[in-house]
């Protein structure tokens, strides 16, 4: 049986030695140690062997297995190799010292607004907060007066996790949050609350070609006693004025949200129609900029400000739109559609 044994291994080497393919080499391991190889073989005719001779067979059986398994390992690391410095023969040679040709990146247009915008109105003062996208539904709605049930709620169905938090539909979801911040040196200090916070929303609707389920807002607000609708058309015309470097013609229509007392609907003429109609503005000659207003006195409250004491007001600027009328951009989804070809056109305004 011993000889059986070094006979299978002599064969082993012979074929090891002719094998110079990782997929050759895994058929040897299978033909000598899979279920039915040739070393499983062996021990089929240790039923003939007395007990001891089979102790001692089975050992040397063992010790082949070994060995083979050892020889395929160190094998097929030696394949392995080959293959990589083959590989490498194969590669254009190229030199190093030649200056690469790199094709410059390009910021996204939002990216670039949204920066302009915050310089924008850190020059007035204000502070630029950040938010998380993942809120509660007290911090979404319930904070900005939206109780349960309410049928505002309609307007904003957004996107729910299982563990009851959902993806904000509004950069309002960060009101509470600020006034609680800032409310100690408003009322200690007589300082104003005065901050921005830019930031990614969700809204399950249908798309078209001025709306989109995922896009950007920026929130605004300032606190402060005696603070009026007069500032906040100053500093929103202000603004407009710094982003397109002209005078842009606004309109302030009555509207209703909440979070504000009264509520204004900002709109800005369309600059890719010039106000004569098209499907980014829905025919009318107007885009839908800036939903905005005095801030409710429950929001105030329940931020922890006392509303006969200080007023305030709020919008919440649709960055996206802005986008779209600073570059001329017709459909709200090309800014989400990934196309670089689109993109890379805003490359040097940074």
Same mark, same amino acid.
């Given at each position: 049986?011993? $000889?059986?044994? &070094? *006979? ?8 090891? $030695? ?60 030696? =394949? ?13 040679? /190229? ?16 990216? =670039?607004? *949204? ?10 003062? &204000? ?24 049928? %505002? ?11 009851? *938090? ?32 830019? !930031? ?8 078209? %070609? ?5 896009? /950007?807002?920026?929130?605004? @607000? ?13 500093? @929103? ?16 229509? #009555?509207?209703?949200? #909440?979070?504000?007392? #009264? ?5 800005? $003429? ?18 839908? =900029? ?12 329940? !931020? ?8 305030? /007001? %709020?919008? !919440? ?10 570059? !001329?951009? $017709? ?20």
């Amino acid at each position: 049986m011993n $000889s059986k044994i &070094f *006979q299978l291994r002599e064969k082993f080497e012979r074929d090891l $030695s002719e094998i110079n393919d990782l997929n050759e080499l895994e058929g040897i391991r299978v033909s000598y140690l899979g279920k039915k190889g040739s070393i499983t073989d062996l021990l089929k005719g240790m039923r003939e062997l007395s007990n001891e001779e089979k102790k001692a067979f089975g050992q040397s059986v063992n010790e082949l297995k070994n060995v083979v398994a050892q020889q395929i390992s160190e094998k097929t690391e030696q =394949l392995k190799e080959l293959q990589i410095q083959r590989e490498i023969n194969l590669m254009p040679e /190229f030199d190093l010292s030649v200056p690469a040709k790199l094709s410059r990146g390009s910021y996204h247009p939002i990216t =670039l607004v *949204q920066r302009q915008c915050e310089q924008i109105f850190k020059s007035m003062g &204000f502070t630029v907060e950040d938010y998380s996208e993942v809120v509660t539904d007290y911090e979404c709605f319930e904070s900005v007066n939206i109780p349960k049930n309410h049928p %505002a709620r309609d307007m904003q169905d957004t996107y729910y996790l299982e563990n009851g *938090q959902l993806l904000k539909s509004q950069t309002s979801a960060a009101q509470n949050a600020i006034l609680r911040k800032y409310k100690k040196p408003l009322t200690e200090d007589g300082i104003p609350i005065k901050a921005i916070f830019p !930031g990614r929303c969700f809204r399950n609707e249908a798309t078209d %070609a001025c709306h989109e389920n995922t896009f /950007f807002q920026m929130e605004g @607000m300032m606190v402060d006693k005696d603070i009026s609708i007069s500032n906040l058309i100053y500093f @929103m015309k202000t603004m407009l004025s710094e982003v397109f470097q002209k005078d842009i013609k606004v309109r302030l229509r #009555p509207g209703f949200f #909440p979070f504000v007392e #009264p509520g204004f609907e900002l709109d800005i $003429s369309c600059l890719i129609c010039g106000g004569e109609g098209c499907p980014s503005c829905k025919h009318s000659g107007w885009l839908e =900029l800036c939903p905005c207003g005095m801030i409710h006195p429950e929001v105030l409250r329940m !931020g922890g400000i006392d509303p006969e004491k200080y007023t305030g /007001f %709020a919008f !919440g600027l649709g960055l996206t739109r802005l986008v779209m009328m600073k570059y !001329g951009i $017709s459909d709200i989804r090309d800014l989400n559609s990934g196309n670089l070809k689109s993109m890379s056109q805003f490359t040097d305004d940074e």
